[in-house]
């Protein structure tokens, strides 16, 4: 009996020492041999048949079927279930099409912080055929008028509505299994705890600045005695990450990471330290089935073009080394793969990159620039393009360059994100060229940030200015962002490189650039200021 007990420990040792080299357990959890992928697209094809695509839908479910009593949400001391949010779902309706006189097909802006009352309008929107636009309530001037588990779980969001995260990572799970959602009117730390505490809510909604908010925060008393298990969401940084999780005593860690006009995604439920910090593991199992079809591009760190060799053909990034993700498409399904940009060839024909590997094949160019280790943790490095992520929101560098632009004293600029201490994303920074006839101390700095301010949504808003006699560009005219982006607003860095370039900021709370000293350099690093 000794020899087949002594096999057996022998066999399971090398069945978790297989394991934990290729990650077998992590793949299988993932979904990678029963291609989740292909069943979230069975079960839209599945919809779509039955004209049922809408969240309103998924509603009308719920409430004819036994989750009919369920709690469903909670909102400042109000409560619904599925039945009753259903029934004040219709009276706003019969409102909307009655007294306001909407109509289906109509396009109708939804604008508005969280509340009971923007869900209303939201199901009922849905539910009378109309077309909603969800516009971002922080937005003002022109970018405004562009824009005008199971039942027992409950999720707690204080994130704006009008945004995917919070439509698409909270309502649409809540309701597509019957679960509870407490909506927090916005994020204030004063009510945070208190109101997760109160709601009994075991599902936490997070974006990374929430989370680094937290952290930086004075202890609250209730920060430990709440009932959250599970914090879903993402952006969530590898310094934040594991003081989080003990510091607020949550057990999971459920990071995601996915983009609206991309192509792939990866989930990373982490509860210890091997993934902390990740936004997903590829074992062998991943790489057998999938391997072919996402790669990593090795990219010119100064101009951000993917690198090829002599022959032609895209290099892949090595483990360890930064890389652009690329998705494979088949040519024959290019079109429908990615229907483009509205109104925007250019940005579109941008996404795809052909003769990667083959002269024939197709790929399309996510953006993002990733890593992968020995171990198989993929990590989030950076957003390329034309794009940058500051306070959970995606600001265009070609929108903020524009408003700038139409600025009289500044003859052209280069706008990019730069990373600084304490803070989750990049912030906005501008190098600018003044004009010819405007030297430095004539140019208007206080009448530049009432240009940007009136123009742009906060968060887009430049935080930095670099002032330059001439822009960097390379042979073939392409503005030069990797070196600028590198040095950021590191004063060290921009005086090792030999520039005379001078520095600006918008101090917290201010209304004028102003000069950007040595001192601001360090009471930045120090974590005196909060940008």
Not at 248 to 254: L, Q, R, S, V, W
């Amino acid at each position: 009996m000794a020899v087949p007990a002594i096999a057996i420990a022998g066999g399971a040792a090398a069945a978790a020492y297989l394991d934990a080299k290729l990650h077998v357990r992590h793949d299988l959890a993932a979904g990678v041999l029963t291609d989740p992928v292909a069943r979230a697209q069975e079960y839209v094809a599945q919809r779509q048949g039955q004209r049922r695509m809408l969240i309103y839908h998924l509603l009308e479910d719920n409430v004819l079927s036994s989750r009919s009593g369920n709690l469903f949400l909670e909102y400042e001391g109000r409560s619904w279930t599925y039945k009753q949010f259903y029934d004040s779902v219709q009276r706003v309706g019969n409102w909307l099409m009655n007294d306001i006189g909407v109509r289906q097909g109509e396009m109708v802006a939804l604008n508005g912080l969280n509340s009971a009352e923007y869900l209303f309008l939201w199901f009922a929107l849905e539910g009378i055929g109309a077309r909603i636009a969800f516009t971002n309530c922080h937005l003002t001037g022109n970018p405004l008028v562009h824009s005008v588990k199971v039942g027992g779980d409950k999720f707690y969001t204080c994130l704006p509505l009008y945004h995917g995260a919070g439509q698409g990572l909270c309502i649409l799970p809540v309701v597509y299994s019957g679960a509870s959602v407490r909506v927090g009117r916005r994020f204030s730390h004063k009510t945070f705890w208190p109101e997760v505490c109160e709601s009994k809510a075991n599902r936490l909604q997070y974006v990374g600045e929430l989370c680094r908010y937290l952290v930086n925060a004075p202890p609250h008393p209730l920060e430990r005695k709440h009932n959250v298990q599970e914090a879903w969401g993402n952006g969530m940084r590898p310094d934040v990450w594991n003081t989080f999780r003990q510091r607020f005593n949550i057990t999971a860690i459920h990071e995601l990471y996915a983009a609206t006009d991309g192509m792939g995604s990866s989930f990373n439920r982490n509860l210890g330290d091997f993934s902390s910090g990740a936004i997903g593991v590829r074992g062998y199992l991943w790489h057998m089935k999938r391997g072919a079809n996402e790669v990593r591009a090795k990219i010119d760190p100064d101009t951000e073009d993917i690198v090829r060799a002599s022959n032609g053909f895209v290099i892949r990034a090595n483990v360890g080394e930064p890389g652009e993700v690329l998705h494979r498409v088949d040519p024959a399904m290019a079109e429908s793969a990615f229907k483009g940009y509205y109104n925007n060839p250019g940005a579109s024909h941008k996404r795809w990159l052909r003769g990667v590997f083959e002269p024939d094949d197709l790929f399309f160019r996510s953006g993002d620039v990733m890593r992968v280790d020995a171990d198989g943790r993929v990590y989030f490095v950076d957003r390329l393009g034309d794009t940058f992520r500051w306070k959970s929101e995606n600001v265009s560098t070609n929108e903020v360059a524009d408003i700038l632009g139409q600025f009289d004293q500044i003859a052209e600029c280069n706008v990019y994100g730069v990373s600084v201490p304490h803070a989750d994303g990049r912030c906005g920074c501008a190098t600018i060229v003044p004009t010819t006839s405007t030297s430095l101390d004539s140019f208007d700095f206080a009448r530049l940030y009432t240009h940007v301010a009136g123009r742009l949504p906060r968060y887009a808003v430049p935080l930095f200015l670099r002032v330059a006699p001439e822009l960097s560009y390379t042979g073939t005219f392409k503005i030069q962002k990797g070196q600028a982006k590198r040095e950021g607003v590191d004063l060290d860095l921009i005086e090792q490189a030999g520039s005379k370039d001078r520095l600006y900021w918008l101090p917290p709370g201010g209304s004028a650039y102003v000069p950007f000293r040595r001192e601001d350099w360090q009471a930045l690093k120090a974590g005196d200021f909060k940008l």
